[in-house]
């Protein structure tokens, strides 16, 4: 259950951080933003146990999931803009 709750979260997540950070180069769509969110909470919740945030087994909350979101739009946004210049 905590995957699939991660993915709802996850999902939630990435709406919110395509909110706060619009640009021209971050990916657009339901799908993508989607797996924006779900990939910066797999990362909040990563980075949060690595630290001692959370125990083992369970997941980041909202705020460190839209957190999470927001680090790999930042990234992606960096290296698609890398990409357009070249």
């Known amino acids: 259950m905590g995957i699939i709750w991660t993915i709802i979260i996850g999902f939630l997540a ?3 951080a395509k909110w706060i950070m619009p640009g021209r180069n971050e990916p657009s769509g ?6 924006l969110g779900i990939v910066g909470a797999f ?3 990563y980075l949060g146990q690595a630290v001692g ?3 083992a087994g369970e997941g980041a909350g909202f ?10 739009l930042a990234i992606y ?3 698609a803009g ?3 210049r070249a």
């Open 63 to 72: 705020i460190g999931a839209v957190v999470g979101a927001i680090i790999v």
């Open 77 to 79: 946004g960096a290296i």
């Open 30 to 35: 339901f799908i993508l933003t989607t797996i």
């Open 43 to 45: 990362l909040a919740s």
């Open 53 to 55: 945030w959370y125990r």
């Open 14 to 16: 990435g709406l919110v």
């Open 82 to 84: 890398r990409r357009s």
